[in-house]
């Protein structure tokens, strides 16, 4: 399976059978990682692996979300799946930082944005968020390969996450992702804008 046809399968997959997965072929998932790219190529990551049963229910009941009307919504299914992904990121001591002021990038060199802050007006933001999601999304297309479906996770209540997995108070934890088989038949691919309301060349129009 080539990469376009990987994206072309992709699915978010919400419903998974119990059937483990080999550890060579989530070996192999997790070394997809590794090869992400990363800002300034500092790999600020950390991927929590979770196969405890107990642990996958509590992470499922920290990923929750309210709706315009106020409904809490608990998205239990996520511990059906045999493995649980928590990506986690060193904003502090790891990622690339970046001073913008007025849209203006002044420093991008890691630790020397952190001894700069409060020195500067403007506003400071790190790679972590890009990072975890352009290596989650390897992780993603690598599955669709290995016949195993995922499903994007942000979702979540990072305080209840960091106490369940020891997780320290300089690192954040994001975005989660559930890997398994699918438990119903593969879904049908979801509505996508066409290329013509998406693209536009040399002035943005």
């Given at each position: 399976m080539g990469v376009i046809e990987a994206i072309q399968q992709r699915r978010s997959i919400r419903h998974y059978?119990?059937?483990?997965?080999?550890?060579?072929?989530?070996?192999?998932?997790?070394g997809v990682l590794r090869l992400a790219p990363s800002?300034?190529?500092r790999q600020p990551w950390k991927f929590v692996v979770v196969r405890d049963k107990e642990t996958r229910g509590k992470l499922a009941a920290a990923c929750c979300f309210s709706t315009e009307k106020g409904h809490l919504v608990?998205?239990?299914?996520?511990?059906?799946?045999?493995?649980?992904?928590?990506?986690?990121?060193?904003?502090?001591?790891?990622?690339?930082?970046f001073y913008r002021e007025d849209g203006v990038p002044l420093i991008a060199n890691g630790q020397v944005v952190i001894g700069e802050m409060g020195k500067r007006?403007?506003?400071?933001?790190?790679?972590?968020?890009?990072?975890?999601a352009i290596a989650l999304d390897h992780f993603s297309l690598a599955?669709?390969?290995?016949?195993?479906?995922?499903?994007?996770?942000?979702?979540?209540?990072?305080?209840?996450?960091?106490?369940?997995?020891?997780?320290?108070d300089d690192i954040r934890a994001q975005l989660i992702m559930p890997v398994g088989y699918s438990a119903l038949s593969w879904p049908d691919p979801r509505p996508r804008k066409s290329l013509e309301e998406i693209v536009c060349y040399d002035k943005y129009s």
């Open positions: 059978r119990s059937d483990e997965i080999p550890e060579e072929i989530l070996n192999r998932l997790l800002g300034g190529n608990v998205q239990d299914w996520i511990a059906e799946a045999p493995v649980v992904i928590v990506a986690c990121g060193a904003e502090k001591e790891g990622a690339a930082g007006p403007g506003e400071y933001v790190t790679s972590v968020p890009w990072d975890l599955a669709v390969e290995e016949g195993l479906g995922t499903c994007w996770i942000a979702g979540v209540n990072e305080k209840v996450v960091k106490n369940l997995l020891s997780i320290p």
